[in-house]
């Protein structure tokens, strides 16, 4: 009854909702035009029929069954990178020639460089800038150095940036605000919050280098994300002391951490706050945070109210903004109204995105509905978009959730393909399959080459593993996995002690 109810509601594409029926103002430009027919409605339509995954499919009947899915040595492939050293120069008649090639050389191996940091690769990345340092005729820039540290912060290896700096610095290169700002920003990526706030402190003392709105905004986030709101009051005491006035990307983090916290009433008091400033008045991103809280909460009619109010505000959508809203409707699987949006930014001459089309793959892989699933990873790639980590998260926690779990491996090796970075949420939804296959062997091999990847473990991490463990009655690794996720927050902690010493921060 309920099936042939989502389904009779589904066949309807019209924009019955008030969150739909207005359109956007005529002021608005897109700044796109796209041509391509409509084919969501039907692909949607399909989906409310077939979105229960029924736990008797032959399938699920295999996936209840302990058996080794994959063959030893099978998942990943190994990389050969090319580390040959240049031979040196020998013959002096030579020499313009080989400065010539040499030169055509740097540039080629620059060029891998910045498609490495462009791609998220950061061991590739070390690894031909370590080249690139080898030869006499390149000097390593600041800029070099910036988006090194901003790569590493990104990628969860805080002390990795730090070894950059020391060495930025032992190089001659002048540490400048925002370099610090980089590297206290890696810290915060980790959570790293006192030893960010050793920086802050270091920074407070060096004339050249102060910090600015940027350096407490980075702070403030780490803290509400958090919730230490009392650092937050802290920083915002500091930042009035040196006259320094938050912006509106400052007030938008607090507006998140509060409503994350749902904290709601006083994140209307800073939203309020926001309305009656000269300074910072809420813009897109403001709206785009309001609608996040509530949408990832599942609270879908605050979410409209919200959308409505902002429209109000003057404020109109995005594209980021309608991605919000599909990937709400799609955890809740109220494909009618997530079908609407979709057709709505197709009247709007929206251009669909990665993001898009990954909030549509979340929605059937989080339900096991691979048919729609591989449907919608057809159509990206026929629409020209790039995939990226989070495209193949969700194909192999589909393909797990179905209990096909032989097509796991076939998606691994598709992203190693494509040079998709395998970061922790990469390797998280692996083990994630693992768990599900019960192949918990496999699941410890994947694990360790997680380890060996210098890819740093999550809280989610031990999670799988430990319900894994637990669901066989394997209380010895589940202590093992409790202590090493302990030992692996202090080693993170202490790794760093001494960090104001004069060596680092001269």
């Given at each position: 009854m309920e099936t042939t109810k989502m389904a009779s509601s589904l066949t309807s594409l019209t924009f019955s909702y008030s969150i739909i029926i207005s359109p956007l103002s005529n002021t608005h430009k897109p700044t796109t035009t796209n041509n391509r027919p409509n084919r969501w409605p039907l692909i949607i339509t399909r989906a409310a029929a077939s979105s229960s995954f029924s736990s008797s499919s032959p399938q699920t009947q295999t996936a209840a069954k302990k058996q080794r899915h994959w063959k030893q040595g099978e998942y990943p492939g190994v990389l050969d990178v090319y580390t040959t050293k240049r031979p040196p120069i020998k013959n002096i008649k030579k020499k313009l020639l080989r400065k010539e090639i040499s030169k055509a050389w740097v540039n080629t191996v620059t060029e891998t460089?910045?498609?490495?940091?462009?791609?998220?690769?950061?061991?590739?990345?070390?690894?031909?800038?370590?080249?690139?340092?080898?030869?006499?005729?390149?000097?390593?820039?600041?800029?070099?150095?910036?988006?090194?540290?901003?790569?590493?912060?990104?990628?969860?290896?805080?002390?990795?940036?730090?070894?950059?700096?020391?060495?930025?610095?032992?190089?001659?290169?002048?540490?400048?605000?925002?370099?610090?700002?980089?590297?206290?920003?890696?810290?915060?990526?980790?959570?790293?919050?006192?030893?960010?706030?050793?920086?802050?402190?270091?920074?407070?003392?060096?004339?050249?280098?102060?910090?600015?709105?940027?350096?407490?905004?980075?702070?403030?986030?780490?803290?509400?994300?958090?919730?230490?709101?009392?650092?937050?009051?802290?920083?915002?005491?500091?930042?009035?002391?040196?006259?320094?006035?938050?912006?509106?990307?400052?007030?938008?983090?607090?507006?998140?951490?509060?409503?994350?916290?749902?904290?709601?009433?006083?994140?209307?008091?800073?939203?309020?706050?926001?309305?009656?400033?000269?300074?910072?008045?809420?813009?897109?991103?403001?709206?785009?945070?309001?609608?996040?809280?509530?949408?990832?909460?599942?609270?879908?009619?605050?979410?409209?109210?919200?959308?409505?109010?902002?429209?109000?505000?003057?404020i109109e959508p995005e594209t980021r903004s309608f991605n919000i809203l599909i990937g709400a409707y799609g955890k809740k699987r109220m494909y009618d109204k997530m079908s609407s949006v979709m057709e709505y930014m197709r009247k709007l001459r929206f251009q669909w995105t990665t993001s898009t089309y990954n909030n549509v793959l979340e929605a059937f892989s989080d339900v096991g509905d691979v048919k729609h699933m591989e449907y919608t990873f057809d159509m990206l790639r026929k629409d020209g978009m790039k995939a990226d980590t989070k495209t193949f998260c969700c194909l192999i926690n589909g393909y797990a959730n179905a209990g096909l779990f032989h097509k796991v491996i076939s998606i691994v090796q598709m992203a190693e393909k494509f040079e998709i970075g395998e970061n922790t949420a990469f390797y998280n939804a692996v083990i994630y399959a693992c768990a599900r296959a019960d192949d918990l062997m496999e699941m410890d091999r994947v694990f360790k080459r997680m380890k060996d990847k210098q890819c740093l473990p999550d809280s989610r991490t031990y999670s799988i593993m430990i319900e894994a463990y637990k669901k066989e009655g394997m209380n010895d690794r589940v202590y093992d996995l409790e202590q090493e996720k302990q030992n692996e927050t202090l080693t993170n902690t202490c790794a760093d002690t001494g960090f104001e010493s004069d060596e680092v921060f001269p």
């Amino acid at each position: 009854m309920e099936t042939t109810k989502m389904a009779s509601s589904l066949t309807s594409l019209t924009f019955s909702y008030s969150i739909i029926i207005s359109p956007l103002s005529n002021t608005h430009k897109p700044t796109t035009t796209n041509n391509r027919p409509n084919r969501w409605p039907l692909i949607i339509t399909r989906a409310a029929a077939s979105s229960s995954f029924s736990s008797s499919s032959p399938q699920t009947q295999t996936a209840a069954k302990k058996q080794r899915h994959w063959k030893q040595g099978e998942y990943p492939g190994v990389l050969d990178v090319y580390t040959t050293k240049r031979p040196p120069i020998k013959n002096i008649k030579k020499k313009l020639l080989r400065k010539e090639i040499s030169k055509a050389w740097v540039n080629t191996v620059t060029e891998t460089l910045s498609i490495s940091i462009d791609n998220k690769q950061w061991a590739h990345a070390l690894q031909v800038f370590e080249m690139l340092k080898e030869q006499t005729f390149y000097e390593p820039k600041e800029g070099t150095y910036m988006k090194l540290i901003c790569l590493l912060g990104k990628s969860n290896q805080p002390h990795r940036a730090r070894q950059l700096f020391d060495e930025m610095v032992e190089a001659g290169i002048e540490p400048t605000a925002e370099l610090y700002t980089a590297l206290l920003t890696a810290y915060c990526r980790s959570n790293l919050t006192d030893l960010a706030f050793n920086i802050l402190n270091v920074m407070k003392t060096l004339p050249s280098c102060q910090p600015d709105v940027y350096t407490y905004s980075t702070l403030i986030k780490v803290c509400v994300d958090s919730l230490r709101f009392e650092l937050v009051e802290k920083l915002y005491g500091e930042m009035a002391e040196r006259l320094i006035s938050p912006n509106t990307v400052t007030q938008n983090i607090v507006l998140r951490g509060y409503g994350n916290a749902e904290k709601y009433d006083q994140m209307e008091k800073v939203l309020s706050e926001m309305l009656e400033s000269t300074s910072c008045k809420p813009d897109v991103w403001t709206m785009n945070i309001i609608l996040s809280v509530f949408g990832n909460k599942g609270q879908i009619d605050m979410m409209e109210r919200w959308y409505e109010k902002f429209r109000n505000f003057g404020i109109e959508p995005e594209t980021r903004s309608f991605n919000i809203l599909i990937g709400a409707y799609g955890k809740k699987r109220m494909y009618d109204k997530m079908s609407s949006v979709m057709e709505y930014m197709r009247k709007l001459r929206f251009q669909w995105t990665t993001s898009t089309y990954n909030n549509v793959l979340e929605a059937f892989s989080d339900v096991g509905d691979v048919k729609h699933m591989e449907y919608t990873f057809d159509m990206l790639r026929k629409d020209g978009m790039k995939a990226d980590t989070k495209t193949f998260c969700c194909l192999i926690n589909g393909y797990a959730n179905a209990g096909l779990f032989h097509k796991v491996i076939s998606i691994v090796q598709m992203a190693e393909k494509f040079e998709i970075g395998e970061n922790t949420a990469f390797y998280n939804a692996v083990i994630y399959a693992c768990a599900r296959a019960d192949d918990l062997m496999e699941m410890d091999r994947v694990f360790k080459r997680m380890k060996d990847k210098q890819c740093l473990p999550d809280s989610r991490t031990y999670s799988i593993m430990i319900e894994a463990y637990k669901k066989e009655g394997m209380n010895d690794r589940v202590y093992d996995l409790e202590q090493e996720k302990q030992n692996e927050t202090l080693t993170n902690t202490c790794a760093d002690t001494g960090f104001e010493s004069d060596e680092v921060f001269p």
